[in-house]
């Protein structure tokens, strides 16, 4: 089978540390991974690129083609990408700008590569602008040791509990934009904006993920070992499916954006956080002690 040109593209990239020479010599080029909307299949995509601080900025301009390029509607659906730059690989949370601010990153983007305008000009939609951002951001705390099995854990919890204080940050400072809104007119952002929605739904899918392995792997693993433990289990697996209630119910509101009512989602955003709070501590409080000296990874199979 013919090799496609993306097909062609990729492989030199990694085959050269991120150097591609024909139309995209000298350029910056990434590789965006990104879960199918529909199929759960990863599909990349070689991208061009414009640095702002910490993030990067793509454009999904499809060459000013009438609709959205797939990667772009993938990454609504599942908003936490894989991104390849040079030789280094890492995880990113993509969310598209919104409004005034869509405008001003797009300027940006079009004085370092003027063919996007041209792109623009050849469409009637407005070309999507999104900015990958760090997965899971700096805390500002020194990243967890991690060397048992109780220590993963406790590291996949604190980022959980993290992404949550973030989704919170963020539709507080939106509810309080909203109030603060005066004159004729409707708010700058109604409901309840993207970056709130990728957010959430990226805190959703990854809180999904986790549950998921408990109940698969974890709690099967230590209750061969610890069988009075089965009241604990319960509970557990139980408590997992209240929060998934929860968390559904959240990702459901976030899918119309225009018509969800904001302090209605803050109120169920604090409802999942209380019952989710109430599970890591009690999780932590009688599975990590049975974890403690199990090494964090575990060794390769004799």
């Given at each position: 089978?013919?090799?496609?040109f993306n097909e062609?593209?990729?492989?030199e990239?990694r085959?050269?540390?991120g150097?591609?020479?024909g139309p995209f010599?000298?350029?910056?080029?990434?590789?965006?991974?990104?879960t199918?909307?529909t199929?759960?299949?990863?599909?990349?995509?070689p991208?061009?690129?414009?640095?702002h601080?910490?993030?990067?900025?793509?454009?999904?301009?499809?060459l000013g083609?009438?609709g959205h390029?797939?990667w772009?509607r993938?990454?609504?659906?599942?908003?936490?990408?894989?991104?390849e730059i040079g030789?280094?690989?890492?995880?990113?949370?993509a969310v598209p700008?919104?409004?005034a601010g869509?405008?001003?990153?797009?300027a940006?983007?079009?004085?370092?590569?003027?063919?996007?305008?041209?792109?623009q000009?050849?469409?009637?939609?407005?070309l999507?602008?999104v900015?990958?951002?760090?997965?899971?951001?700096?805390d500002g705390?020194?990243?967890?040791e991690v060397r048992?099995?109780?220590d993963?854990i406790?590291?996949v919890h604190?980022?959980l509990?993290?992404?949550l204080r973030?989704v919170?940050?963020?539709?507080?400072?939106?509810l309080?934009?909203?109030?603060?809104?005066?004159?004729p007119?409707?708010?700058?952002v109604?409901?309840?904006?993207l970056?709130?929605r990728?957010r959430?739904l990226?805190?959703c899918q990854a809180?999904?993920?986790?549950?998921?392995?408990e109940d698969?792997?974890?709690?099967?693993?230590?209750a061969r070992?610890?069988?009075?433990?089965?009241?604990v289990f319960?509970?557990?697996?139980?408590?997992?499916?209240?929060v998934a209630?929860l968390?559904?119910?959240?990702?459901?509101?976030?899918a119309?954006?225009?018509?969800?009512?904001?302090p209605?989602?803050?109120?169920?955003?604090a409802?999942?956080?209380?019952e989710?709070?109430?599970h890591l501590?009690?999780?932590e409080?009688?599975?990590?002690?049975?974890v403690?000296e199990?090494p964090w990874p575990?060794?390769?199979?004799a």
């Amino acid at each position: 089978m013919p090799t496609s040109f993306n097909e062609s593209v990729i492989e030199e990239f990694r085959a050269n540390g991120g150097q591609v020479g024909g139309p995209f010599e000298g350029g910056n080029l990434l590789l965006l991974t990104t879960t199918g909307a529909t199929s759960g299949t990863a599909r990349t995509t070689p991208l061009g690129y414009v640095r702002h601080g910490g993030s990067l900025l793509i454009v999904a301009s499809n060459l000013g083609a009438p609709g959205h390029p797939h990667w772009y509607r993938n990454l609504l659906a599942h908003p936490v990408v894989d991104v390849e730059i040079g030789i280094r690989a890492y995880q990113a949370l993509a969310v598209p700008a919104e409004g005034a601010g869509r405008d001003e990153l797009f300027a940006r983007v079009v004085r370092e590569a003027p063919g996007y305008g041209d792109h623009q000009a050849e469409t009637a939609r407005t070309l999507p602008v999104v900015v990958l951002e760090p997965a899971v951001p700096d805390d500002g705390q020194s990243p967890r040791e991690v060397r048992t099995l109780a220590d993963k854990i406790l590291q996949v919890h604190d980022q959980l509990r993290f992404q949550l204080r973030l989704v919170t940050a963020d539709v507080d400072a939106h509810l309080a934009a909203l109030a603060a809104h005066e004159g004729p007119g409707a708010p700058p952002v109604p409901g309840l904006g993207l970056q709130i929605r990728q957010r959430c739904l990226a805190f959703c899918q990854a809180l999904e993920f986790h549950h998921t392995s408990e109940d698969g792997h974890l709690f099967p693993g230590i209750a061969r070992y610890h069988p009075r433990l089965t009241d604990v289990f319960d509970r557990l697996r139980a408590e997992h499916r209240t929060v998934a209630r929860l968390q559904n119910g959240l990702v459901a509101l976030s899918a119309d954006l225009g018509a969800v009512d904001p302090p209605y989602f803050r109120g169920e955003l604090a409802r999942l956080t209380a019952e989710l709070t109430a599970h890591l501590d009690y999780e932590e409080e009688t599975i990590l002690p049975l974890v403690a000296e199990v090494p964090w990874p575990p060794a390769p199979p004799a």
